[in-house]
Antibody
Framework: EVQLLESGGGLVQPGGSLRLSCAAS????????MSWVRQAPGKGLEWVSA????????YYADSVKGRFTISRDNSKNTLYLQMNSLGAEDTAIYYC???????????WGQGTLVTVSS | EIVLTQSPGTLSLSPGERATLSCRAS???????LAWYQQKPGQAPRLLIY???SRATGIPDRFSGSGSGTDFTLTISRLEPEDFAVYYC?????????FGPGTKVDIK
């Protein structure tokens, strides 16, 4: 059974940093692209970043480019999101998502809440 | 960037009625990479439809997807009480991946 478990969320001050993790199990982690998607309170879904299975290709939304870094450790079956220079606009639930085989949509974790506030 | 627009913003219907949700793209989207998700309060999004018209595993056949190019539709043939939720379309062909703003289906 595919499982994605996010962690690392919490309360951080404006300008601060946080690193999110997503522990994956139930599939061959290195074979699948992964993404981070966020959802601000009461708002819709916003794609944040993606990374290829090997980690060699990374992509970012303009809203986080230069501040966030996506990475993965295929030996640990774990996806990361390093978030720097955080602002109130980054307050959201952050979900990790796995690209399903044969382009058959995405599978999502349960999310971790990041709150940026003084 | 492909912008997705969903209509209506809110759909007020009764159980047993038919729901028709629209997703329009600012440029052509390959049908292979158009998905629909359902989200209930406090829960992660759940994949309903991928490839514009293929139901995900375990999704009841009252959910169906159609469309091509820039116009896509999610239809719920007869609403069950558990179907009242927010629905998002997504294009996932190439980054930046984008989502529509969502359609809320609530109880009339």
């Amino acid at each position: 059974e595919v499982q994605l478990l996010e962690s690392g969320g919490g309360l951080v001050q404006p300008g601060g940093s946080l690193r999110l993790s997503c522990a994956a199990s139930g599939f061959t982690f290195s074979s699948y692209a992964m993404s981070w998607v966020r959802q601000a309170p009461g708002k819709g879904l916003e794609w944040v970043s993606a990374i290829s299975g090997s980690g060699g290709n990374t992509y970012y939304a303009d809203s986080v480019k230069g501040r966030f870094t996506i990475s993965r450790d295929n030996s640990k079956n774990t996806l990361y999101l390093q978030m720097n220079s955080l602002g109130a606009e980054d307050t959201a639930i952050y979900y990790c998502a796995k690209a399903n085989p044969n382009s058959s949509g995405w599978y999502w974790g349960q999310g971790t809440l990041v709150t940026v506030s003084s | 960037e492909i912008v997705l627009t969903q209509s209506p913003g809110t759909l007020s219907l009764s159980p047993g009625e038919r729901a028709t949700l629209s997703c329009r793209a600012s440029q052509s989207v390959s049908s292979t990479y158009l998905a629909w998700y359902q989200q209930k309060p406090g829960q992660a999004p759940r994949l309903l439809i991928y490839g514009a018209s293929s139901r995900a595993t375990g999704i009841p056949d009252r959910f169906s997807g159609s469309g091509s190019g820039t116009d896509f539709t999610l239809t719920i043939s007869r609403l069950e009480p558990e179907d009242f939720a927010v629905y998002y379309c997504q294009q996932y062909g190439s980054p930046p991946f984008t989502f529509g703003p969502g359609t809320k289906v609530d109880i009339k």
